[in-house]
């Protein structure tokens, strides 16, 4: 067992009981005793154009990864592929990388804002790969995404606007926003179909900036590491 906060995480040992539970292209990590076995597994299921839009974290992922595991979080309702990386200062972080089959029976709104790799990884690599709150440095769960103003709860439209450089594009709306990540409550980092195809909104208050989507989420995704 080991810690994640307040809650536990079990490293699910081979038996029948877990091959029960999680996906078979996951069997040979639970099964395997060498740790470059069980990454080199584990790395193969990713689309590699998913891993062309995230170059720094596609190098940590080949040069940082100490090791992935089949786990259960006492807080998650199924197990998770755990992918732990070493930090800038030698600490393990943790990513959870979500069982595909948990995407659900249907999609966020304006899914489709997502680029084809990503919209693919979540499908069929991971319904979700995050750290932390299970909702930063990554991609949240689809059943996990919202709006704007849902996940913000309806703020007034204007106040919003206001942060917004219309110099470059008009303003979206907060109902024609998809947040996709954050870093533990902020910065927060949106798709939107009201935006040209590839590209992202960050949130650092107080200004939302209009980025290419890979390079964004590429940022969020090693802000753990330090790199």
């Not at 040979?28 to 060498?34: F, G, H, Q, R, Y």
């Not at 596609?58 to 998770?80: C, G, K, M, N, Y």
């Amino acid at each position: 067992m080991a810690g994640w906060g307040d809650a536990t995480v079990e490293i699910l040992a081979p038996s029948p009981q877990t091959r029960a539970v999680i996906p078979e292209a996951w069997w040979s990590i639970a099964e395997s005793v060498d740790p470059e076995e069980r990454k080199d597994i584990a790395l193969a299921l990713w689309n590699s154009e998913f891993l062309a839009l995230v170059p720094r974290f596609s190098e940590a992922l080949r040069s940082a990864l100490l090791d992935v595991r089949v786990a259960q979080h006492s807080w998650q309702s199924t197990p998770t592929l755990d992918y732990v990386l070493r930090a800038w200062d030698g600490e393990p972080k943790v990513w959870m990388g979500e069982d595909p089959r948990t995407f659900g029976l249907s999609e966020p709104p304006m899914f489709d804002s997502l680029p084809d790799p990503a919209r693919t990884f979540l499908r069929q690599v991971h319904a979700g790969f995050t750290t932390l709150n299970g909702k930063s440095c990554g991609l949240m769960p689809p059943a996990d995404m919202q709006t704007l103003a849902d996940s913000w709860g309806q703020p007034d439209e204007s106040d919003i606007a206001e942060c917004w450089d219309t110099s470059t594009y008009q303003f979206p709306g907060t109902h024609r926003l998809l947040l996709i990540t954050e870093y533990v409550g902020h910065p927060y980092l949106f798709t939107s179909p009201e935006l040209p195809p590839g590209t992202a909104v960050t949130y650092f208050e107080p200004d939302f900036e209009v980025t290419p989507f890979g390079a964004a989420l590429d940022e969020f995704l090693n802000k753990p590491l330090g790199y």
